[in-house]
């Protein structure tokens, strides 16, 4: 049996992402070793680490599922890794911590109004946001990382 060779693209930020291979819905590169389907980061892990003990996850301590980086591996429970997803997904729809309660397109539509001039008030009605997120945006206190 063949095993396609794992191969990956390093990013900005030193993950190492796999081309070569299918990515499941989660994230997860996938592959076959052997005839058994393996999820990349754990046989990279195991390649690198040794077994990974009973009861025992790889999480990704760079957040990025499809990342197969041996430096951004690490052991942890079930739990933490339960947790680390209930976090990406918070993250990835803009934490509710006050001046955030929108997501990137949102906090987008909001940009591209107050860019052509469109009154506070009108963007608050059309977009059913409040006075403190569109103000927030306009005096660049919030969502400064989401370009048009
Ligand atoms: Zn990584």
């Known amino acids: 049996m063949r095993t396609k060779k794992l191969d990956f693209e390093v990013n900005e930020g030193g993950c190492f992402i796999v ?7 989660d994230g997860y590169g996938h592959f076959r070793h052997q005839g058994i389907e393996h999820r990349a980061h754990r046989f990279v892990y195991q390649e690198c680490f040794g ?8 999480r990704h ?9 041996p ?3 690490e052991l942890g429970t079930p739990k933490e890794n339960m947790h680390d997803a209930i976090q990406r997904k918070r993250n990835a729809y803009g934490v509710r911590n006050g001046s955030s309660t929108i ?6 539509n909001i940009k591209s109004m107050l860019k052509e ?20 945006i306009r005096e660049g206190k ?4 989401v370009d048009l």
Do not use: F, Q, Y
């Open 19 to 25: 081309t070569s291979h299918r990515l499941n819905k």
């Open 51 to 58: 077994e990974i003990p009973d009861g025992l996850v790889v």
């Open 61 to 69: 301590k760079c957040d990025n599922p499809s990342c197969i980086n």
């Open 71 to 73: 430096e951004h591996l």
């Open 103 to 108: 997501d990137d397109k949102m906090a987008r």
């Open 117 to 136: 001039g469109e009154p506070t008030r009108k963007i608050m009605n059309e977009l059913s946001v409040s006075l403190k997120t569109v103000r927030l």
């Open 142 to 145: 919030s969502w400064k990382h």
